[in-house]
């Protein structure tokens, strides 16, 4: 308890160390781990959702888009760090290359899913009103699959989030990875309180993509979510009657 404790009294000092010279602050180290994550993320959905979307779209390539993603899953971070020091060097590229592994995945399958999985009748009915395959992608089956498709997002989100920490590891400064990695300067303490803001990031992602998805998540989708709840709790409502 007492860690906590002096982990929240780092926080309130804004990642300054008592008695210690001036360091980079909290808020300065949140905002590059921000920075770090958001590129990441963004490389990895123009790389992976287009993938998986076309492939959803054509109901071809399962394995490429589920199997092949759970293979690259598998890679862990460290070694593809390695790997790329060999290519790209040390520094922010390195780091981008090893969040990128870490977030197609789920964003390709979850695409691949949302598109698949889409009823085969309202495709048909687009179909037959006279929509291009472009057209039945992007106003059929992409909206009908966005919560699928936020759900693989908000997973690499969270995935990258979690990880950026490793960008000390290449020599890239500027992120909460400064501190969990330094131990013997920031204490304990403050390696709880970085742990702590990286906790706090990845939920306040959460929340803001949960928040995205719901405005571009169809009218329809909702109520007919809505009305699946209703009708799960109607045997239970009137047991409770009974």
């Known amino acids: 308890m007492h860690n906590f404790t002096e982990a929240f009294k780092f926080i309130g000092r804004n990642g300054q160390i008592q008695g210690g010279p001036h360091v980079p602050t909290l808020v300065h180290l949140t905002l590059g781990t921000l920075k770090i994550a958001g590129i990441g993320v963004a490389l990895a959905l123009v790389i992976a959702l287009p993938i998986g979307l ?7 390539g399962s394995f490429l888009a589920i199997n092949l993603g759970n293979i690259w899953r598998a890679l862990p971070s460290l070694a593809v760090l390695a790997i790329g020091v060999a290519f790209l060097g040390l520094g922010l590229g ?3 290359l090893a969040l990128i592994v870490l977030a197609v995945p789920p964003v390709i399958t979850n695409a691949y899913v949302a598109i698949d999985e889409v009823d085969r009748d309202v495709v048909d009915a687009a179909r037959g009103m006279g929509m291009s395959g472009w057209e039945i992608l992007r106003k059929v089956e992409v909206p009908l699959g966005i919560p699928l498709i936020f759900a693989g997002i908000r997973t690499a989100a969270l995935f990258v989030v979690s990880t950026t920490t490793i960008a000390a590891l290449t ?5 909460l990875g400064d501190i969990i990695n330094n131990e013997s300067s920031y204490h304990l303490s403050g390696v709880l309180g970085a742990a702590i803001c990286i906790a706090a990031l990845a939920l306040l992602i959460e929340l803001v993509l ?14 007919a979510k809505a009305e699946d709840q209703s009708m799960a709790l109607a045997p239970l409502a009137a047991t409770d009657a009974v």
Request: glycine share 18%.
């Open 54 to 60: 076309w492939l959803g779209h054509i109901h071809r």
């Open 94 to 96: 390195n780091v981008e």
């Open 171 to 175: 020599g890239y400064g500027g992120s």
């Open 210 to 223: 949960a928040l995205v998805q719901r405005a571009l998540t169809p009218r329809g989708l909702k109520l």
